[in-house]
């Protein structure tokens, strides 16, 4: 017995090393080690550990400048001006991308992938890689629309567990906020922040939120300093503003939808958020927290609203998304519930408000809100908006969509990367992500703004049910071309990098 014990003992040893190795390799450590986690060659369309990539516009923190970045192991270990390189690269290291646009890549703070449970409508190995071909280099989930919900450690581990394998940008997590959640666990391991809807989610294991709830969240999530996201619309009594006539009753008209949620529910839920965000100034007794209003439609009294909670010193923010700064109520057809959303798609005026608003930097940042389903909850036949699913499905088209529309109110490249890249990163607490500087991951995105091409079936769509999203049989401007994380060439002409190696990104 004793024999054999000394055979097997060193194989045992062997074996629990690599089981060690693997496990650490699950979580935390494969940030510190993303690269080790599969041959180089199977992550990344390029051979090359150390290059260097060049253009004549690269966005920096310090503006636009022709010049070059060097990037080794992942990271980026120089941003040199001019025609000079630093260190001594052999030719096929180095990457001249002529005038074509190098920017940091994305950070979609706001995508809802609903795998596990709901796959068929988006997971991870189609969102990831529709991310990876829209210059998206991260991803934060929202854990709404999957199955099971988020709201415990053990559930966490699910999300992470179907995540596994599959991701080709990083990937960061979010949990829900409801009153069963076990927030603390959750939050020590590694979510990103919280999610909190104040009306009903549309997902029925997703339960709404109080402003009790959300203020009792806050002070925990203070001491952790991380973020709680709100969908903030709360129901209002129809009797008062829905007028009864005949047009606005037929649930094809986009009219009548947008009747069923005017901006006061917007007003409505912001007025109770900043009620408790006073409470965030320095001093207060929340101070810490952050309140981060997602997907704002409403340019108006909504908006005036969290103007003057930042005017006061409050730990207040938002976002909106692409199809609020596209698409008028004006032009949307009867019948084509592929513009549902909510809030819903607004008038011309208030489009303009909020490019506005997007300029002057009262809107901090933008967020796709993808949220895709599958052909048979759109109802694209019956045209019914009051039974259609509501959610927009554009998490590849994020980049040409806020250019082709943007540049028309004078949106620069440097606000672009602030309103995309830095401003994210700041939000979702990623030190490490956000701008081309040294010592930052290598996410990138190589771009030509000037590029048109068509939404049409021809070109390489990667989302789920592409043919749901709203922007489909559009003409855009600004075509990715590469996308780099971490130093790994993801995305190039079209295709992916052979193996999915997005690392999970947990707090600390
Ligand atoms: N459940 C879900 O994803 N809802 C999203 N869709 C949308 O249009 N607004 C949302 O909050
Ligand atoms: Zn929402
Ligand atoms: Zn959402």
């Not at 996410?443 to 990667?462: C, H, K, M, R, S």
């Not at 592409?466 to 922007?471: I, K």
Request: charged share 25%.
């Amino acid at each position: 017995m004793d024999q054999f014990l000394w055979r097997v003992l060193p194989l045992l040893t062997i074996l629990v090393s690599f089981g060690v190795f693997f496990y650490l390799q699950d979580s935390y450590t494969a940030q510190l080690f993303p690269l080790i986690k599969l041959p180089r060659d199977k992550c990344s369309l390029l051979p090359h550990r150390h290059f260097w990539i060049s253009s004549k516009r690269i966005v920096t923190p310090q503006g636009i400048i022709s010049g070059s970045v060097e990037i080794n192991d992942g990271k980026i270990i120089s941003v040199v001006e001019g025609h000079a390189i630093q260190g001594k690269p052999k030719q096929e290291e180095v990457i001249d991308y002529g005038d074509a646009v190098i920017m940091p890549g994305l950070i979609d703070v706001h995508v809802h992938l609903n795998e596990p449970g709901r796959t068929e409508w988006e997971g991870f190995d189609t969102g990831t890689r529709a991310a990876a071909a829209g210059g998206v280099t991260t991803v934060v989930d929202m854990p709404l629309n999957c199955y099971p919900t988020t709201v415990s450690k053990e559930k966490l581990k699910l999300k992470l567990d179907a995540a596994e394998d599959k991701i080709y940008v990083d990937v960061g997590m979010t949990n829900n906020l409801c009153l069963s959640i076990q927030l603390t666990e959750l939050l020590s391991a590694g979510v990103l922040g919280v999610k909190s809807f104040m009306c009903p989610s549309g997902i029925d294991d997703f339960p709404m939120a109080t402003i009790d709830h959300i203020k009792a969240g806050l002070s925990v999530l203070a001491k952790y300093r991380r973020p709680i996201v709100v969908h903030a619309e709360i129901q209002q009594d129809f009797e008062n503003h829905l007028e009864l006539n005949e047009d606005n009753l037929d649930p094809r008209a986009y009219l009548t939808y947008l009747n069923t949620r005017p901006p006061s529910w917007e007003e409505a839920a912001i007025k109770q958020l900043v009620s408790v965000t006073k409470d965030t100034r320095k001093g207060g007794p929340l101070e810490g927290a952050h309140v981060h209003i997602v997907h704002l439609s409403d340019s108006s009294a909504s908006l005036d609203l969290i103007k003057e909670a930042k005017s006061h010193g409050d730990s207040i923010s938002v976002e909106t998304c692409p199809h609020y700064l596209a698409f008028t109520s004006e032009e949307i057809p009867n019948g084509d519930t592929r513009f549902k959303c909510s809030p819903p798609i607004r008038d011309a005026y208030n489009k303009d408000k909020l490019w506005e608003a997007v300029l002057e930097g009262h809107i901090d940042l933008l967020s796709t809100d993808h949220s895709p389903t599958v052909p048979e909850l759109k109802l694209m036949e019956e045209g019914d908006f009051l039974k259609a699913w509501g959610g927009i499905s554009s998490l590849q088209f994020n980049l040409p969509v806020t250019w082709s529309y943007g540049k028309k109110y004078g949106l620069t490249l440097e606000q672009l990367s602030l309103l995309w890249s830095k401003k994210p990163a700041t939000l979702a607490g990623l030190e490490s992500k956000g701008t081309i500087a040294v010592g930052n991951h290598a996410d990138i995105v190589v771009w030509q703004p000037e590029l048109e091409f068509d939404l049409d079936d021809d070109y390489p769509v990667f989302i789920k049910h592409s043919e749901l999203s709203a922007y489909m049989g559009r003409r855009l401007s600004g075509k990715v071309l590469e996308t780099f994380v971490r130093g790994n060439l993801v995305f190039k002409d079209g295709k992916h990098a052979p193996a999915p190696c997005g690392v999970q990104i947990l707090a600390k």
